[in-house]
T-cell receptor, first 111, second 111 residues
Framework: DAGITQSPRHKVTETGTPVTLRCHQT?????MYWYRQDPGHGLRLIHY???????DKGEVSDGYSVSRSKTEDFLLTLESATSSQTSVYFC??????????FGNGTRLTVT | QKEVEQDPGPLSVPEGAIVSLNCTYS??????FMWYRQYSRKGPELLMY????GNKEDGRFTAQVDKSSKYISLFIRDSQPSDSATYLC???????????FGTGTSLTVIP
């Protein structure tokens, strides 16, 4: 898992509640990413970070915010969860050679 | 039109068969080409990595890139039941840290 830990691994939450997912890396890589994976859509980029406090939006960023206060931690927050945000969320780091390494995902269900 | 197109399958083959998985793309700026394998309820893991055109072989796996046709392939020889997984292609341009994924092909190898 290339030194990437995602927490929690599973979460069930109610519509309208805030949710924060955490990604922790031990590799000291500069670039970190949050993706969601849904059937028929594949992996879609939500947000990414290119350094501490440096973040940018991906293709499906609406309803999500991120923060990176330390190199090793990248947080994804759903400000007010909706059923359309039920998905599997993957954190990834860019490990050089233009490749990505992924964590094992967080399975989020919004009821 | 998506930047990367991948036949979702599912693909089912007998053990020992040769498997061919393919992706097409539209962006001529892509220079880095990757194949990921994803087991159920796990994160994608990097399987093969190729820069620019040509072939790369690693054991039973061969990755091919044809930039003139904007077409990449992954061949699996002597397929095994343990190869049953979803295979994702991914691509990246020469600059920046952006990655573009296919939707994945589900493969089942029957003993």
């Amino acid at each position: 898992d290339a030194g990437i830990t995602q927490s929690p691994r599973h979460k069930v939450t109610e519509t309208g509640t805030p949710v924060t997912l955490r990604c922790h890396q031990t590799e000291n890589h500069r670039y970190m990413y949050w993706y969601r994976q849904d059937p028929g859509h594949g992996l879609r980029l939500i947000h990414y970070s290119y350094g501490v406090k440096d973040t940018d939006k991906g293709e499906v960023s609406d309803g999500y915010s991120v923060s990176r206060s330390k190199t090793e931690d990248f947080l994804l927050t759903l400000e007010s969860a909706t059923s359309s945000q039920t998905s599997v969320y993957f954190c990834a780091i860019s490990a050089g050679r233009n490749t990505l390494h992924f964590g094992n995902g967080t399975r989020l269900t919004v009821t | 039109q998506k930047e990367v197109e991948q036949d979702p399958g599912p693909l089912s083959v007998p053990e020992g068969a040769i498997v061919s998985l393919n992706c097409t793309y539209s962006n001529s700026a892509f220079q880095y080409f990757m194949w990921y394998r994803q087991y159920s309820r796990k994160g994608p893991e990097l399987l093969m990595y190729t820069y620019s055109s040509g072939n790369k072989e690693d054991g039973r796996f061969t990755a091919q890139v044809d930039k003139s046709s904007k077409y990449i392939s992954l061949f699996i020889r002597d397929s095994q039941p343990s190869d049953s997984a979803t295979y994702l292609c991914a691509m990246s341009p020469n600059t920046g840290n952006q990655f573009y994924f296919g939707t994945g092909t589900s493969l089942t190898v029957i003993p």
